[in-house]
């Protein structure tokens, strides 16, 4: 009996302790050490509208932003809640062909010019919020094009929203899009349809 009593005890006790004390207290100390990272890195607009997440991609169809990787997370993309991949193979025909799609799709703007990988494949979580410093150099003058803006405007405006190496050699270069789009935004507004 006493060692039944022992154990309901520790039971209550663990219980408490690593099921409510420190879960707060690290919640804590992450407000207040860390509060934009342990809040989701979010964006808010002037008026304190919420526009996104800097660590979570979005999808952009319009010709006059920068477009995020494709994203299978989800049925219809960027759903956070079912991020994943395709986990299709590489041989596989569905993912060849929607990628032949996607390339087509991606050279009427550029004809002639490789598509840089990044634009037609799906990262691992599907939620991927960058994208390679080739992606937005082979989008630069679809966007330039669109804003009245030159390319070369556009294209220090992605210069300036490239992240380089983390700690000079971990990574790649990369492009955070909705940073950049929000950027161009603030820049020139799309003209309202």
């Given at each position: 009996?006493?060692?039944?009593?022992?154990?309901?005890?520790?039971?209550?006790?663990t219980t408490i302790l690593l099921g409510l004390v420190y879960p707060l207290a690290v919640t804590g100390l992450a407000q207040v050490i860390f509060r934009d990272k342990a809040n989701g890195q979010l964006i808010r607009r002037a008026d304190g509208t919420i526009t996104g997440s800097r660590i979570i991609g979005q999808p952009f169809s319009s010709p006059g932003y920068f477009h995020s990787r494709p994203s299978a997370a989800g049925t219809t993309g960027y759903d956070a809640s079912a991020s994943s991949g395709s986990n299709y193979g590489p041989t596989n025909k569905k993912l060849i062909e929607r990628i032949k799609a996607d390339v087509a799709q991606a050279q009427v703007d550029n004809p002639g010019r490789l598509v840089p990988v990044d634009l037609v494949t799906t990262s691992a979580s599907g939620l991927d919020p960058d994208s390679t410093p080739a992606a937005a150099e082979f989008q630069v003058a679809r966007v330039a094009g669109e804003r009245g803006l030159s390319e070369d405007e556009v294209r220090c405006i992605a210069a300036?929203?490239?992240?380089?190496r983390?700690?000079?050699?971990?990574?790649?270069?990369?492009?955070?899009?909705l940073l950049l789009n929000l950027a161009l935004d603030e820049r020139k507004p799309m003209p309202k349809p």
């Open positions: 009996m006493k060692n039944l009593i022992t154990a309901v005890l520790m039971t209550i006790v300036a929203h490239t992240s380089g983390t700690f000079g050699l971990l990574g790649e270069p990369r492009v955070n899009v």
